[in-house]
């Protein structure tokens, strides 16, 4: 069992007969009153975000879980496969189970959550950052840069990220998984 002041991002935890991953969460000391702990939490089974309250020292039931390094291999529309880099076993796990699938190029070594009860792969935990190189974007209109003006931009793994005026197709850009925003552009 596990307290409101365990939790953290990334805590796995039983409620209401689902497991949840816990993705933000805040400790709220108002002037009168007990504290709290507001969180928004993720299902594991059916990527439903939920927003909860817990009231101070409310005990939670924790699920014990494991990491594993995995590498992503590819996706066939309804499942992405994944490779253990220890004992090259394979799983499949659906998109919902995902926090940012668009960002994830074939290759890119991800974190997997494992239950130890049932060793059912609960999430995946993708770096903080990738690295992705731009494949189509409109030219940037010289004498607009007054403002922090953005443009859309196609990276190769087909996802969609707002980036500056100065990118150009072939770029090289680093991307905030968390997000989905553009971090910086990278030197090849």
């Known amino acids: 069992m596990a307290s409101t002041s365990d939790i953290r991002n990334g805590l796995c935890i039983r409620y209401n007969n689902d497991i949840y991953k816990i993705i933000e969460f805040l400790h709220v000391k108002p002037g009168k009153g007990p504290a709290f702990v507001r969180t928004k939490m993720k299902s594991v089974t059916n990527g439903k975000v939920l927003d909860n309250t817990f009231s101070a020292g409310h005990k939670l039931e924790d ?11 590819y996706n066939d ?3 992405y496969h994944f490779m253990n880099t220890e004992d090259y076993t394979q799983i499949q796990l659906r998109e919902s189970a995902l926090d940012n699938p668009g960002l994830m190029k ?35 209109i010289k004498g607009n840069t007054a403002t922090n003006a953005t443009k859309p931009a196609t990276v190769e793994t ?31």
């Open 63 to 73: 699920v014990r879980v494991e990491t594993h390094k995995f590498q992503f291999l």
């Open 77 to 79: 529309g309804e499942f």
């Open 106 to 140: 074939e290759g890119e070594v991800v974190t997997v959550i494992i239950n130890t009860e049932d060793n059912m792969p609960l999430s995946v935990e993708m770096p903080a950052s990738v690295i992705l190189k731009v494949t189509a974007t409109e030219p940037g």
């Open 158 to 188: 087909g996802a969609t990220v707002h980036v500056p005026l100065f990118i150009n197709e072939g770029d090289v850009i680093k991307v905030e998984t968390e997000k989905g925003t553009y971090k910086e552009r990278v030197k090849e």
